[in-house]
């Protein structure tokens, strides 16, 4: 476990904010959050809780908060990020000044931008100029909820650097969360974008009452599509086997806590783009990133059928029967 002297900045106090803050703080690491509204960082400060998500949970004590981010980041031995994907490069724009020498900047966020098809440690090098040594990703099969709830939960810490990926692995490490190391950045990066995206046309499949037949058949098929398009933009086959990979997609293509499959299926049902995300309230990255992904699986001549009807579908293009017949329509082949 680490010295009570390392230093976490947390830069959101949205739910999975607050909830890596929580596993950081349990395995010992001092950690300031950055929340953007005074009135959450008094609640983190004077009552140890998070007035905007998750109030019923005390906080440790060695989470405080504060509204300027450079107090936050000053003196930060590591700087999580979690914001949605498309809010990255602005936010960036501000907070690069603060970021210090030693930092290792982990990602949360599991989403490409817009316009750009990047990845966000892709944004995170090219717009502060930090080394890719430096920039690690955090993703697994993580439900906020249960991980405030204490309950056992792992994930993938993957950064070029080894060294650093085992700073950040040693920082929230818990008697509940597990984390396990990598170098293949982009592998995790790629299954926890893709992900989202099948979770959506699982939540579709779920909304018309498709039955479990098409949810596995969409799951296992999503891994197959995921793989295809990692592999091709240069991942290591075995990463989506893994927690990134297939542990994420299984949670959340099965989760009622899940945003993505919850916004498929209020497509199923029948509303529309704009209403369920009215009904969600919160960043659904597989509706922002599913365009980003088909032109990256078009960019590496890669197979992406589900992405594809579920893009349609976001952009009304097609119906839900059409899209439900587009999947089954496509020719049988050999199984890959």
């Given at each position: ?176 969360f597990r984390p396990c190391t990598s170098t293949d950045v982009t592998g995790c990066e790629l299954g926890g974008a893709v992900k ?49 990979g297939l542990g994420d997609l299984v949670t959340t293509c099965s989760s009622p806590l899940s945003r993505n499959r919850t916004f ?26 599913a365009e980003g992904l088909l032109a990256l699986a078009d960019a590496h001549e890669v197979e992406t059928p589900i992405t594809a ?28």
């Amino acid at each position: 476990m680490p010295h009570r002297s390392a230093r976490a900045a947390v830069l959101s106090a949205g739910s999975w904010g607050t909830a890596v803050a929580k596993i950081l703080a349990d395995a010992g690491t001092d950690v300031v959050v950055h929340a953007r509204r005074a009135e959450i960082a008094d609640g983190i400060n004077t009552e140890h809780r998070n007035p905007g998500y998750f109030p019923e949970v005390e906080l440790p004590s060695t989470v405080t908060a504060t509204t300027d981010p450079a107090a936050a980041m000053a003196g930060a031995d590591i700087l999580v990020l979690s914001i949605p994907a498309q809010s990255l490069r602005v936010g960036l724009g501000v907070w690069t000044p603060y970021i210090e020498p030693h930092t290792v900047i982990v990602t949360l966020m599991k989403g490409i931008e817009r316009g750009t098809w990047l990845r966000a440690s892709q944004i995170i090098t090219e717009v502060t100029g930090v080394g890719a040594e430096r920039v690690a990703v955090l993703s697994g099969p993580n439900l906020a909820r249960e991980i405030m709830a204490g309950q056992p939960a792992a994930a993938t810490v993957a950064c070029p650097d080894e060294d650093a990926a085992r700073r950040v692995q040693q920082a929230c490490h818990t008697s509940y969360f597990r984390p396990c190391t990598s170098t293949d950045v982009t592998g995790c990066e790629l299954g926890g974008a893709v992900k989202n995206v099948i979770a959506l046309a699982v939540g579709v499949a779920s909304g018309m009452g498709l039955g479990d037949n098409a949810i596995a058949m969409l799951i296992t098929r999503g891994l197959a599509e995921t793989t295809r398009l990692a592999v091709a933009m240069g991942a290591r086959p075995g990463t989506l086997a893994g927690l990134s990979g297939l542990g994420d997609l299984v949670t959340t293509c099965s989760s009622p806590l899940s945003r993505n499959r919850t916004f498929g299926a209020h497509l199923g049902r029948g509303l529309s783009v704009e209403e369920a995300t009215a009904a969600i309230l919160q960043t659904t990255e597989g509706v922002t990133s599913a365009e980003g992904l088909l032109a990256l699986a078009d960019a590496h001549e890669v197979e992406t059928p589900i992405t594809a009807v579920v893009w349609a579908l976001l952009h009304e293009k097609i119906t839900l029967a059409q899209a439900a017949a587009a999947l089954m329509q496509r020719p049988p082949r050999p199984e890959r």
